[in-house]
């Protein structure tokens, strides 16, 4: 067969692509990617997804390597999060594909009236069910809220990202489908009082999801943590990342469950057409089989000490880091992080002149090659504010550009210290005029959308972003969410287009 374009011609094409990509390898990039350091892993998950990649998960009984692969993978992480045979799962394309199961599960089990066990007992309630989680529960589940039509109650934090037990607790209610607590929380690293959160729930029949996605495959081996995984009664349900600290490729993840009569109301099964029958743990239906075969590959490489060796490479890093950030002036670690991430805040307790915004630090850092990630400032709904900050994960690789990473950010600190973070006054009258008074109800078109990001400096004529993300971040923080949230779907949207 003769091809439209030289199959050499193609790959250099992609070669320029990811050459304008962030680097993948070498922990310059301190989110989105988890780097081993171990390039032999890199290639035996090569391997593996080669070995699958004509194979459709979507049918156990067909490509039966699934079924064992899944069945392994699942085992591996049911051993280490210490659930008994009664903890059930399934591997998922992801974390968020497992945090939407497990609402779904959770909104499909209480809408039958079994409580927080799975089996059923009643015909149910016609009641919206909510959905109870810290306002630092991962976005997934709002967006999970939003799909599966729950009302999404969000209980504020305390300035170092912990939520208080009794706050939520006191939220329970007959109409809460699911709490959700995180292991840790990503935007601060925040352990959520587990033990204490699922015993309550349990007395009141209620579901209780543990968020163990960043967590889940590296907490095990943390020291000096109270017991959050299946260990504590009352958990329900735990979701964790391969695609994070397992080191596959994305996107997989599992979704375990305590009792098969709850794990059954995960799937959805159909015959009720002219084809063959239908019945899917996860949401998709036709998948490939490629990140799966890479996790499974990698847990059997890598086996428990494996995992543990990276995950003290992880604990040995950021511990140097969190005590090099409380060395910077003007910056503080906020809270105390558990596991391999942190959130970096101004330190308001130092004078004007030797506080240090976080946003600049990390466009700083960015501009002598490091990739930190902008967080927004947020206010609760109780009215209080969580400061802006910027997020760092460390992974094993970060062991090996340890001295660098730090020279770049004491570097980068003095380079904007006394400089003021950017202000909502400021971003707020850079825009055209009456837009931030613009109402809300009136939907804007994608060209208006796309205006008004020209016009604010966030785009070019040829899609081009800016160097700088503060300015950005901040506009985050000073416009009415619907309208940043509007703006945001225009921008990636136009980044695809």
Not at 290 to 295: N, T
Not at 413 to 433: C, F, K, N, T
Not at 443 to 469: C, E, K, Y
Request: aromatic share 6%; with cysteine; net charge negative.
């Amino acid at each position: 067969m003769r091809f439209a374009e030289d199959p050499f011609a193609i790959l250099a094409r992609l070669d320029e692509l990811r050459a304008a990509d962030a680097p993948t390898h070498g922990g310059h990039v301190l989110s989105y990617v988890y780097d081993s350091g171990l390039a032999e892993l890199d290639e035996l998950a090569a391997s593996a997804i080669r070995a699958v990649q004509p194979v459709n998960g979507l049918d156990p009984t067909t490509f039966t390597s699934v079924a064992v692969m899944e069945r392994e993978v699942v085992a591996f992480a049911r051993d280490l999060l210490n659930g008994d045979d009664d903890v059930v799962g399934s591997v998922t394309t992801g974390g968020t594909e497992s945090c939407l199961l497990a609402v779904k599960t959770a909104r499909d089990v209480w809408a039958a009236g079994a409580g927080s066990t799975g089996s059923p007992v009643s015909t149910g309630s016609t009641t919206r069910p909510r959905l109870l989680a810290p306002v630092t529960v991962h976005a997934a589940f709002q967006k999970a809220a939003h799909y599966f039509g729950l009302e999404l109650d969000l209980v504020p934090v305390l300035a170092d990202g912990r939520v208080d037990a009794d706050v939520l607790i006191e939220r329970m209610g007959a109409d809460v489908a699911l709490v959700v607590v995180s292991a840790p929380s990503y935007p601060h690293a925040a352990l959520d009082p587990i033990a204490q959160v699922a015993a309550a729930a349990a007395e009141r029949g209620i579901a209780c999801h543990v968020d163990a996605c960043i967590g889940g495959l590296v907490l095990p081996f943390w020291p000096d943590l109270p017991e959050w995984d299946f260990r504590v009664p009352g958990v329900t349900s735990i979701s964790a990342d391969f695609h994070k600290f397992g080191y596959a490729p994305k996107g997989v993840s599992v979704l375990l469950t305590r009792g098969r009569d709850r794990h059954r109301a995960q799937y959805f099964a159909t015959t009720r057409w002219p084809g063959y029958p239908v019945v899917n743990p996860t949401i998709l239906g036709s998948k490939s089989a490629g990140a799966l075969a890479a996790a499974w590959a990698i847990t059997r490489a890598l086996g428990r000490e494996g995992f543990a060796e990276l995950a003290a490479s992880c604990h040995r890093s950021t511990t140097a880091l969190v005590e090099l950030v409380e060395t910077i002036p003007g910056l503080r670690v906020v809270g105390s992080p558990v596991g391999p991430l942190l959130a970096v805040a101004t330190d308001a307790t130092a004078p004007a002149d030797q506080q240090v915004d976080p946003h600049h630090w990390a466009d700083q850092a960015r501009a002598h090659g490091w990739h930190l990630q902008l967080q927004p400032g947020l206010t609760q709904p109780d009215g209080t504010t969580l400061p802006r900050t910027t997020h760092l994960t460390i992974t094993p690789v970060t062991e090996s550009v340890l001295p660098e990473l730090s020279a770049a950010l004491v570097t980068a600190a003095d380079e904007v210290r006394g400089v003021p973070g950017v202000s909502s006054e400021q971003v707020l009258a850079s825009l055209p005029p009456g837009l931030a008074a613009a109402p809300l109800d009136a939907p804007l078109d994608a060209a208006t959308a796309f205006g008004i990001l020209q016009s604010i400096g966030l785009v070019s004529a040829g899609g081009g972003l800016p160097d700088r993300m503060a300015p950005f971040i901040a506009l985050v923080e000073a416009l009415p969410a619907p309208l940043t949230q509007r703006l945001l779907t225009e921008l990636i949207a136009r980044t695809f287009e």
